[in-house]
């Protein structure tokens, strides 16, 4: 059984600056065989923080070994809690905290820090944490997470770099969110299972991660519904207890391995890749003439040798994902014709196009919502359009990955340049996906580690 006692990343106390590692990738080898997805990041490190509503044990199985999960379980050991792992299976003994502060070292690690309120609020009355992290892909204010809380009774202030807040007990608001935000609803609901009165969110997101973590509450005891119109209706109750949860697949590993399989020419079944999560994703993987098959077990994934253009939005659930952008905005660079991408869930995520640019991608940025729909970035200074015209060959590069997705769509872009390409800034992805080098490495594709 192993403690998270020491941070894969994120040291306190650094001795000396750890030599940065790197992927040098051969392009040219179709991708080949089978890979099974880990549990879903987004889900895993909220259901971790969850585990603080109650003294008794919460145990969380397939839970991915990643960066992101070993920072949000150093923030657990931080305040108290007792966090251990075997294989995919994360125990969480939260029955002796000790504080309610939140180190201020983890600031700017992840966004994890501010699902820690509602929680802690509950223990202590109050709550100190840090500043949030995570990838830059936009401005990521959390105004609307303040705003709910503020509704159901918390004083909250911000000073440098932390938030203090303070609440006797939390009260059941009717919260209507301006735009369906994901972290916004599980800090509602992971303060509204144990307030006074009945909470409802309205204009909530309800992504798959969000129902995970909220049938992991319910195991715990709490009452929580969805309804109709994106609506969750959260009956406050006396306490909670402990529970054991599978944590569901990761649906953006799943499509990031369909990406690679289709950008490559190889053929990959996608294990524990669920349909139901992926249903705009396939859709759009059909338009464009990638082959699938759906089995009980997984998702097999081919290719084409006639990538069609697309227009494709993205949405929040159950539209097209934002972090399904990335690998297929590079699965469109070879496509053959003028592919359209409109983002509207975050005004900054094509930063990382400019590298693509460098080796050889046809893709421009607009203002201008290109979309069906104008998007709440309308009229404002964000290249939030992407206009992609292929097929173009690629060319190897020296390439530094700016973000978590943004990552896997260079690691399939040097999959498939001429040549070989040198990647930095691994850690950002590792982050998020786990093993991804033995993956790939198994999957045929000409990696190493430098
Ligand atoms: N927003 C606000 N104010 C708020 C909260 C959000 O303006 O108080 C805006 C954001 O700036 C953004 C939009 O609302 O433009 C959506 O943000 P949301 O709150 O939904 O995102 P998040 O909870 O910060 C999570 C995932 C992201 C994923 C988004 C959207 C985690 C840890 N992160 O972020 O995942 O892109 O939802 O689905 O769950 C990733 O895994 O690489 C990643 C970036």
């Not at 006692?5 to 994120?10: E, G, N, T």
């Not at 204010?141 to 159901?152: G, R, S």
Request: glycine content about 10%; hydrophobic content about 45%; aromatic content about 6%.
């Amino acid at each position: 059984m192993a403690f998270y006692v020491s941070l894969r990343y994120h040291q306190r106390m650094p001795t000396k600056q750890p030599k940065e590692h790197a992927y040098l990738i051969q392009g040219g080898k179709p991708l080949k065989g089978r890979v099974k997805v880990a549990g879903a990041k987004n889900a895993a490190t909220k259901e971790l923080v969850a585990a603080l509503l109650t003294d008794e044990k919460v145990i969380l199985r397939n839970v991915p070994n990643i960066g992101d999960v070993d920072v949000t379980a150093e923030m657990l050991t931080d305040i108290g809690a007792k966090v251990s792992r075997r294989g995919d299976q994360v125990t969480v003994d939260a029955s002796r905290l000790k504080s309610s502060k939140v180190s201020e070292a983890f600031s700017g690690k992840n966004r994890i820090p501010i699902l820690f309120l509602g929680p802690l609020l509950h223990r202590f009355g109050e709550a100190v944490i840090p500043s949030l992290g995570g990838c830059s892909i936009g401005g990521r204010t959390v105004d609307f997470h303040i705003e709910a809380l503020q509704k159901m009774g918390v004083a909250i202030a911000c000073e440098g770099k932390t938030y203090t807040a303070r609440a006797k007990k939390l009260k059941g608001a009717v919260i209507e969110l301006p735009f369906p935000s994901v972290g916004a609803t599980e800090n509602v609901m992971l303060s509204a299972v144990l307030a006074e009165g009945t909470t409802i969110i309205r204009n909530a997101a309800m992504e798959p991660e969000i129902v995970d973590l909220a049938m992991l509450l319910q195991s715990m005891g709490a009452l929580i519904k969805l309804e109709v119109n994106r609506t969750w209706v959260i009956e406050g109750v006396g306490g909670l207890h402990g529970a054991s949860h599978h944590v569901i697949p990761d649906r953006i590993e799943a499509a990031s391995f369909a990406a690679a399989a289709a950008l490559t020419g190889g053929e990959i079944f996608v294990e524990d890749a669920r349909q139901v999560d992926m249903l705009a994703y396939l859709n759009a993987m059909r338009r464009i003439g990638v082959p699938y098959e759906v089995r009980d077990d997984g998702i097999l994934f081919g290719s084409t040798d006639n990538l069609q253009p697309i227009v494709v939005e993205t949405d929040v659930h159950p539209g097209f994902m934002t972090d399904w952008q990335q690998p297929f905005v590079m699965l469109l660079t070879q496509a053959k014709g003028v592919s359209i991408v409109h983002e509207t869930v975050y005004e900054n995520r094509f930063g990382y196009t400019d590298a693509l640019r460098q080796m050889g991608a046809n893709i421009q940025l607009h203002h201008e919502c290109l979309g069906s729909k104008p998007c709440r970035y309308q009229n404002r200074d964000y290249r939030h359009s992407a206009i992609i015209v292929g097929p173009t060959p690629l060319q190897a590069a020296d390439i530094r990955i700016p973000d978590l997705r943004a990552g896997f769509s260079y690691l399939i872009a040097a999959l498939v340049a001429k040549g070989q390409s040198k990647i930095t800034g691994i850690e950002i992805i590792e982050r998020g996906y786990e093993n991804i080098f033995g993956k790939l490495k198994k999957l045929g594709a000409g990696i190493k580690v430098i």
